[in-house]
Structures are given as structure tokens and as C-alpha cells.
């Protein structure tokens, strides 16, 4: 990917990074105070002080196999370690948070893996077609603070042994994370062929900050039955609806 895109915003590197962030662009006439955001409301989150929502570089998208443009993409390399980590429920989602640095090159770039998360049903979808669940981990540039997304979809399947170690670490109490001195090992969570769709869009919660690469395995990993049960009896629908593609276009790896 050659797109290099400089971010607005400092402290508000991802999505569920960093929470209670605001959203700096006010409107020069008009004072918005950045409010609560829920999954339920989703379309009316540009109008509650997040107008990068309504913008028009937004995810999650649409990906039509039919429209994609076929190329030979830069090599996903990955620098992932076993590390300890954390887990919270921040009240969209679950999220993990490393404590030892793991890094990924792309295209030459270094970036280090801020967190990653989950989303019950997956936020793309592959011409129409949604997954059963999405992970996003979060990576951000060493030298500029740009972000790359990698998102995986989970399907349906056999018990996944990396999730079921985070799985049974999931705090009862909202904001509050529980650390593990287990490590963890973020190559386990990907599959075997790291193939690509990639394409610029935005973090899919508030602040909807644009300007983010994508990049979105081709294959899927699986999960079993119980494990989609157990993440959605704590969030049953934290999935953006996808967003007009507005002209965009989506390069998909061959």
C-alpha cells in the first residue's frame, strides 16, 4: 500500500483505544459536544458531535468480488510474539491489549499493534454476505501515527483455541481489565494464507476518524458455535452497517 495518509487526531489513535475521546472539528458556527454512541443509533452518529461519521471515506464496506481490481499486493509480514496481555469489556466490545511490543511490516512501513477487538456479525461483508464474527487488530505507524487495520473473519466452525484462552478471561464488570501473565501469541490467530482485500476508509465507531487502511484477510478463520454464543450474550450487535463506498476502490490480492 503507497497511500500514506497523515491522521488529525493524536490520542484518539483507534476506535476503542482510547476511550472518551472527542472529536475536535466543530463546526465554526455551531458548538457540538461529542455524547454517548450506541450501535442502535448508529446512523445518527454524525449528528451527536462525531462528523467525521457522516463523512464519506467511512467503514465497514461492501466488498463485490466482481468490482474489486485484481493485483499482486505487497506481502502482510508479521512480527508477532508471544506477549501477556489484558482483556476488558469496554461496553462496545472486547478488547485485548498486548503488553509487549508485536509488529507488522507492510510495504516497507513498521507498525506496532496497539489492541484488537471483535464485532458480532462481522462489519465487512463479502458481496452482501456478512461472517458470524470479525476481529480488527489495530496497528499503528512508528514514524507518522497512521493506523493500518487488519480485520479477519471468523465463520462458524471448530472451537478456536486462541480465542478460548481470551474467552475464559472476560471480566463480569464493564472497564475494569483483567491481566493475564499467560502469553499469547498473535500468529495464532491468522490463517495460512494472508492474502488481501485492502482499500482506505475510517475507524467504525465514533470518532469515525478517516484516512485508515484496511487491510481485510481473504480467508476466514473458524469459531465454534459457543464461542459466538458466549460473545454475543454480552454484545449481541456492536457491527456497524457498511457504508457507501462512495468511489472508492478495493484491491484485491491474487
Known amino acids: 500500500m503507497n497511500r500514506k495518509l497523515l491522521l488529525s487526531f493524536a490520542y484518539c489513535i483507534a476506535f476503542v483505544v482510547f476511550q472518551g475521546c472527542d472529536d475536535d472539528d466543530d ?67 472486547i478488547q485485548v491489549n498486548l503488553k509487549q511490543s508485536n509488529k507488522m511490516v507492510l510495504n ?68 475494569k481489565e483483567v491481566v493475564s501473565a499467560d502469553g499469547i501469541d498473535l500468529v495464532n490467530a491468522l490463517p495460512s494464507d494472508l492474502k488481501y482485500y485492502t482499500y482506505t476508509g475510517s475507524l467504525t465507531t465514533p470518532p469515525c476518524t478517516q484516512g485508515i487502511d484496511w487491510v481485510v484477510l481473504k480467508e476466514p478463520m473458524e469459531i465454534s458455535a459457543g464461542q459466538i454464543e458466549k460473545f454475543s450474550s454480552i454484545h449481541e450487535n456492536n457491527a456497524r452497517p457498511t457504508q457507501p463506498l462512495n468511489n472508492r476502490q478495493v484491491i484485491e490480492g491474487i
Open 108 to 175: 516497507g512501513t513498521t507498525y506496532k499493534v496497539m489492541q484488537f477487538h471483535f464485532h458480532h456479525k462481522s462489519e465487512h461483508t463479502i458481496n452482501g454476505s456478512a461472517y458470524d464474527m470479525e476481529m480488527h487488530i489495530v496497528h499503528q505507524d512508528t514514524v507518522t501515527s497512521n493506523l493500518v487495520v487488519v480485520g479477519i473473519f471468523l465463520k462458524e466452525g471448530d472451537t478456536n483455541t486462541f480465542l478460548e484462552k481470551i474467552w475464559s478471561a472476560i471480566p463480569s464488570e464493564q472497564n
Open 27 to 93: 463546526d465554526v458556527t455551531t458548538t457540538t459536544t461529542a455524547a454517548e454512541w450506541d450501535y442502535e443509533n448508529a446512523d445518527a452518529w454524525g449528528t451527536i458531535g462525531y462528523t467525521d461519521c457522516a463523512g464519506k471515506v467511512q467503514s465497514p464496506i461492501n466488498i463485490d468480488t466482481e468490482t474489486t481490481i485484481k493485483s499482486t499486493l505487497p506481502e502482510l509480514q508479521t512480527a508477532y510474539k508471544s506477549s501477556t496481555w489484558g482483556v476488558v469489556d469496554n461496553g462496545h466490545t
